[in-house]
């Protein structure tokens, strides 16, 4: 078995990275997980969170996602994120876009007469992991300049 495996993120703004890695954990919306070379292969809905990437030197690289899917087989992961950034730039005006978006999300899930409970929590779950995300990197997710 290989050591490394083939690491690609990509976000519909940019390619983030290409690289080998030796390990990808990922922010499943079933559970955190780590995917190693000779992974079983697996589709993985992700939640917002950090995707922490270690290379093939043993260095970490962290990357914020706002959702998207991981496909894992035994030699690579591909990420395509809803939104990614590399965690170093990562700043609260970013943050503050993505909480707004999230905060729009549950609006429109309550305001639609047709939405449904499921519907509803998805999108509040939606607006709890990202509020996570952002007190876990240090960022403010209570501002109060958000539209309500």
Do not use: W
């Not at 030796?22 to 809905?45: C, F, Q, S, Y």
Request: hydrophobic content about 45%.
């Amino acid at each position: 078995m290989a050591d490394t495996m083939q690491f690609d993120l990509v976000s519909p703004e940019r390619s983030l990275v290409s690289v080998p890695v030796r390990e990808v954990r990922l922010p499943g919306a079933e559970g955190d997980l780590t995917a190693m070379p000779g992974h079983a292969p697996a589709i993985v809905n992700l939640r917002p969170g950090l995707v922490t990437v270690v290379k093939a030197d043993g260095s970490e690289t962290e990357y914020a996602v706002t959702g998207g899917f991981a496909e894992i087989n035994n030699e690579s992961v591909t990420l395509l994120a809803e939104r990614g950034h590399p965690r170093v730039e990562m700043t609260q005006a970013i943050f503050d876009e993505m909480m707004a978006q999230a905060q729009r999300e549950v609006r429109i899930a309550q305001e639609h007469p047709s939405a449904g409970e499921e519907v509803v929590a998805a999108a509040v779950k939606l607006l709890a992991d990202m509020q996570a995300l952002g007190t876990h990197i240090g960022l403010d997710p209570d501002r109060s300049n958000f539209p309500h």
